[in-house]
């Protein structure tokens, strides 16, 4: 199977232009593509995982990637998907942030001569004359067609404006840029980017004339990739210090059934014959499969090392095994009355539960256990001594810490 057919295959192609001319280039390693990366925090999270590793399978074929970041689009902010406008930031955060997602995309791509590039737009951005980009890029934008689009609908019915409005226009602009500069013939985006990408696409052909062919593919990027990069506590981040490997292994450990073998297709490069193979297993099997997929991904994002630790920390939870790499909460000599501590104040203090009465109504509906066993008396105590060898609280299913005194 082919790499285009792969692509397919696992679910991460939704729309194209021109499909056969994209299908030969990337077949035959021929196509330069470009993704976009706004620098909107200093650490890139799972919601980008699907596009890094888009790029790496791409570059394994022989395609070049080029990784652009935001710098100069970043002082506006994409409204895609947005009901308020973003909060602007300075330029020593925006390139900050720039710099720390160079230093996470490395442990996919490949960067070098005749390999990857990493290319800012703040470049060619933020020099530019106003009246001439309006008179040379704005004039070949219906206003009429640009309101249309999928992107500034929500923002529209809230209220856009012209900052805003311009993003179109400048997304456009960096496919022309990357196309001129360094043969840029294709981009890839997520699903919410259609009309943005388009755009691009139509610049490059009006402007350079027939000649220049420049190609657009969306792939189920932000569909699902937002959604994977969302928790109820916030983002997954790939920064180890915002999101540890145990955290990390935890998040892929505990996915939705459903989404196992579409995680595994769209994420790892686990081949498709054994993929297909699990998507049949159910229950104890089924858990191993999310044990492949955690293992799978926090290697990938963390190194072989950690994600043995990660695993081993979680099975220590699950089973036999080690707390190494898991989160900690420290309790201190305050915390013990008379030389002991209550159940529902381990919970409390492990941010298990916002309340000792949240915490309470954990134990008391067989909520909690230590060590792997059900604790469901909230009468029961422990002494500093009971935390010098392992000590491992749960709450439900799916939250742990490693409790230590300090």
């Not at 980009?133 to 206003?143: H, L, M, T």
């Amino acid at each position: 199977m082919q790499i285009y057919e792969e692509l397919i295959e696992r679910g991460l192609i939704a729309q194209t232009t021109d499909e056969e001319e994209i299908r030969e280039l990337i077949n035959n390693g021929k196509a330069t593509f470009y993704i976009g990366f706004d620098p909107t925090a200093d650490s890139l999270h799972v919601g980008h995982f699907m596009a890094l590793c888009l790029m790496k399978r791409l570059q394994m074929a022989g395609n070049k990637p080029i990784a652009l970041v935001g710098g100069g689009t970043g002082y506006i902010g994409d409204p895609t998907g947005r009901t308020d406008m973003r909060q602007m930031m300075t330029k020593e955060i925006i390139e900050h942030n720039c710099e720390c997602f160079k230093q996470q995309m490395s442990r996919f791509i490949e960067f070098g001569p005749d390999k990857a590039l990493m290319v800012n737009n703040a470049d060619w951005l933020l020099d530019l004359n106003y009246i001439e980009f309006i008179r040379d890029i704005g004039s070949q934008f219906s206003v009429n067609k640009m309101l249309a689009a999928e992107c500034y609908k929500q923002r529209l019915e809230r209220g856009l404006n012209f900052l805003e409005f311009n993003y179109m226009l400048m997304q456009s602009y960096d496919f022309y840029m990357l196309y001129q500069k360094y043969g840029c013939n294709m981009q890839f985006g997520g699903d919410d980017q259609w009309s943005n990408m388009l755009g691009g696409t139509e610049l490059i052909r009006k402007k350079l004339g027939k000649d220049a062919y420049a190609m657009t593919i969306t792939l189920l990027l932000n569909s699902e990739g937002k959604k994977m990069g969302k928790t109820a506590k916030g983002a997954v981040w790939l920064d180890e210090n915002k999101t540890t490997p145990y955290e990390f292994y935890q998040y892929w450990r505990n996915v939705d059934d459903a989404d196992v073998i579409k995680c595994m297709k769209l994420l790892t490069f686990i081949p498709l014959d054994e993929i297909k193979a699990m998507e049949g297993w159910k229950n104890e099997e089924l858990n191993k499969a999310k044990e492949i997929l955690a293992f799978e991904l926090t290697k990938m994002v963390h190194g072989e090392e950690k994600a043995k630790a990660a695993e081993a920390a979680a099975k220590g939870v699950f089973g036999a095994g080690s707390s190494e790499g898991m989160p900690e909460a420290a309790l201190t000599e305050d915390d013990f009355m008379n030389g002991t501590i209550d159940i529902i104040g381990v919970v409390h203090k492990a941010g298990l539960a916002a309340s000792r009465s949240e915490a309470r109504r954990a134990v008391e509906q067989g909520g909690v256990s230590v060590n792997g066993e059900k604790v469901a008396d909230i009468k029961v105590t422990y002494t500093k001594d009971d935390f010098t060898d392992e000590f491992v609280i749960r709450k439900g299913k799916k939250n742990f810490k490693k409790v230590v005194v300090k």
